[in-house]
């Protein structure tokens, strides 16, 4: 009951700081892994962003938007990772990814899936890049993504 | 505007936007589906009138138990609003007397008017707001930006920098418009503008229509104050 009421309340008596200020932005990175150990995996980005947007996909995505919420979803686990990390934050990040990438080719070599937390900021004016977050791989057959 | 109309608007603005956010977790996983459908039905029912408020009291139960399944709001600031309004107009049609109401009801107006208010605060006293750096951060490496090609956007200093200043001096001076009703509903209208392009360029739809949903409530709180 105290955990939903910690929950409930920011919403009940909201801060509404949007935007104070512009923290290092998280990106979720994964790779296919041939082992728990394996060092040299493909890093992608997780739902890399197009290149451009037709403004009528822009009002479309006004009323059906749901990898993109998804995608702001993950942003808000990654941010919850590095500030107060549960295993919460940590499934929902394996179990999207998981859910994205069996719908690709199999590759029986590399059975393990790992991702990363990439939090890219500006320091003078220099963009940087920083991993703040790497748990242990997983089995990509048994992460359940139902 | 009564009382009893504004909130019945703002149900039925409230529910159609949380039809449309739950239909979007339709399409991915089983264990949503059953919080989902359970919540679009619950807003037809809202929408329809049927059984009121008992319906209300369901989707405030009902985001409890969204709220524990992904320990927090899915989707930040936006699922906020729609978690304050919809426990705001499920104390409303609660409330035994016409005041206790009356105060439920102007909360969601008041916050709605903060909501503003307190982000332009936030900003102005913030230097990289003030020079428009932060608004390029926002383009040129925040998670927001839709596509690649709006990151071009931080190379505008002076374009940013007055977008900035438009977006902090507008978000100040919202409260004053509760003074004059034509004044609000110019606010309102430039506030849905600047909702519709964040949905746009950052694609935050659910802002788009939450706030929507919220603004009769601020119409009655405005009518309450004046009048």
């Known amino acids: 009951m105290r955990s939903l009421l910690k929950l409930l309340l920011p919403a009940l008596i909201p801060s509404w700081n949007f935007f104070d200020v512009i923290a290092p932005s998280p990106r979720v990175e994964y790779a296919r892994l041939r082992s728990i150990g394996d060092a040299q995996g493909e890093w992608r980005e997780f739902r890399p962003r197009p290149q451009r947007l037709a403004p009528l996909e822009m009002l479309r995505r006004l009323v059906w938007n749901p990898r993109w919420n998804e995608s702001l979803f993950l942003v808000s686990c990654a941010e919850r990772l590095t500030e107060e990390p549960t295993a919460h934050s940590e499934d ?7 859910a994205d990438v069996r719908a690709e080719p199999e590759d029986a070599e590399r059975p393990w899936l790992g991702f990363r937390l990439v939090f890219v900021s500006r320091e003078a004016d220099a963009v940087t890049r920083e991993i703040l977050f790497q748990p242990a791989p997983r ?4 992460i359940a993504v139902a | 505007m009564t009382l009893i109309d504004a909130a019945r608007l703002t149900q039925t603005l409230l529910a159609l936007a949380l039809i449309q956010q739950s239909l979007e977790h339709l399409v ?16 037809a029912l809202v929408v329809s009138g049927i059984a009121s408020p008992w319906p209300l009291v369901g989707l405030a139960g009902l985001s409890l138990l969204i709220l524990h399944r992904f320990q927090g709001p899915y989707n930040g600031g936006s699922d906020r609003m729609g978690l304050l309004a919809l426990w ?3 104390l ?3 409330l035994p007397t016409p005041a206790s109401q009356e105060l439920a009801f102007g909360y969601l107006g008041a916050q709605l008017i903060l909501s503003y208010f307190i982000s332009g605060a936030v900003k102005i006293v913030n230097p990289d707001w003030r020079s428009g750096r932060a608004l390029a951060d926002v383009f040129q490496f925040s998670a927001y930006p839709v596509a690649d090609s709006l990151r071009g956007w931080a190379g505008r200093p002076r374009v ?28 309102l209208v430039v506030a849905g503008t600047f909702h519709l392009a964040n949905a746009c360029l950052f694609g935050l739809n659910r802002f788009f229509w939450t706030w929507l949903a919220v603004y009769p409530a601020i119409l009655w709180l405005q009518g309450r104050l004046v009048h």
């Open chain 1, 92 to 98: 929902e990040i394996f179990k999207r990814v998981a």
């Open chain 1, 139 to 142: 089995r990509l057959a048994e």
């Open chain 2, 28 to 43: 991915r996983f089983r264990n949503e589906r059953l919080l989902f459908g359970g919540r679009i039905v619950l807003c």
């Open chain 2, 88 to 90: 705001c107009l499920t």
């Open chain 2, 92 to 94: 409303t049609s609660l």
């Open chain 2, 160 to 187: 940013l920098l007055a977008l900035s200043w438009a977006v902090m001096l507008f978000e100040l001076a919202f409260p004053l418009t509760l003074l004059w009703r034509p004044a609000l509903i110019v606010g």
